[in-house]
DNA sequence: ACCTGAACACCGTTCAAGT
DNA sequence: ACCTGAACACCGTTCAAGT
């Protein structure tokens, strides 16, 4: 009967892994700390409340952005922000509800910022691009949800078909203001 | 002692109230009945549940952006819409969060879409920027509590000044974009 | 038609006390 | 240092029963 201990890490990681089992409406406290197997009280000695922990999340889910690189062209890093998002469910609302306090966001921002040639000027672009990428996201995971409980017009299509012809307009839009200002 | 009563609409209009005063975290169907002086059930005979009355005011919301118009410009209509988002507290979180199901967000894409042009091929565009603007509403709602309860730097300006510049930065990308394809 | 009253199965969080 | 046990003040929702 050895008790088992956990750290912050391993505490994410289990968030992680019921996160994409029950959604975010359905991930408390309690259940985790029924998940792993020990009284709620316990996690706030981890944690100073359930908002911190769900933080330490969001930065865990934008953790696989690759580190900024001014030759990666602007698509791919936006590709690999929304993925990161994607990666778990309610991944995209869980970073936007975290945000304001989140320091792990800049590591996105920084790397839209490295596509777009890096300069300083172009620093409000690359936050339009990052509010872009997480209104999409954030969408297109509640349309997923929807379709997947049936709640939502018998008529309607697969939510990720259209998906990708609006994530690439819109990333288009913006290449095209950065290849406007700094002509190869 | 008249009992008063209520009908969906004014239950809205009370629920918008509510949100303005309490935000979205503390807007609950027990607290809402007390602001009604009605039982919380009372609430169900209208509502089939919570996730159905946020909706309704989801659409109420965006309700006040104006009918579509092809000569209204991009930028004009983009404001408008953002600045229905902002005009209750947590009024992006709760358009995004109930916008899956819902009808009228369609109004703000079609608005969009006309100034725009209304050319069918520039619909994936209007979807992108009416992603962009809610991710960019519900980000500065979020910066604008946690700088009104002092949970962020001491060191952070005011959010609304940078929220200006980015949110125009990502208007200007798409008009070019428009631009570009049709020359005047 | 519209609402009350009571119940069911939950929440996040605190805090003394244990080991 | 890390966790338990018990409590506090809440939730959304259902449903019989009232008027």
Same mark, same amino acid.
């Given at each position: 009967m050895t008790s088992v201990r956990y750290d912050r890490q391993s505490i994410i990681d289990r968030t992680l892994g019921l996160l994409d089992d029950v959604g975010?409406?359905?991930l408390s406290m309690?259940? &985790?700390a029924t998940e792993l197997d020990v009284q709620p009280s316990a996690l706030y000695w981890h944690f100073e409340s359930k908002q911190e922990l769900l933080g330490a999340v969001a930065d865990r889910i &934008?953790?696989?952005v690759p580190d900024p690189d001014d030759r990666t062209p602007?698509?791919?890093t936006a590709t690999a922000v929304r993925d990161a998002l994607l990666a778990y469910r309610d991944g995209a609302? #869980? #970073?936007l509800s975290t945000y304001a306090l989140r320091l792990g966001a800049r590591r996105a921002q920084d790397a839209l910022l490295a596509s777009l040639g890096g300069e300083p000027e172009d620093a409000d672009a690359a936050d339009a691009i990052?509010?872009?990428i997480l209104g999409h996201a954030m969408l297109l995971q509640q349309r997923m949800h929807a379709h997947s409980i049936g709640a939502v017009a018998a008529d309607a299509a697969d939510p990720t =078909?259209? =998906?990708e012809a609006i994530f690439? =307009?819109?990333?288009r839009a913006f290449e095209a203001v950065s290849g406007l200002r700094h002509p190869s």
């Open positions: 975010l409406p359905d309690r259940r &985790l &934008l953790l696989t602007l698509m791919r609302e #869980v #970073v990052f509010e872009f =078909a259209q =998906a690439t =307009a819109g990333i």
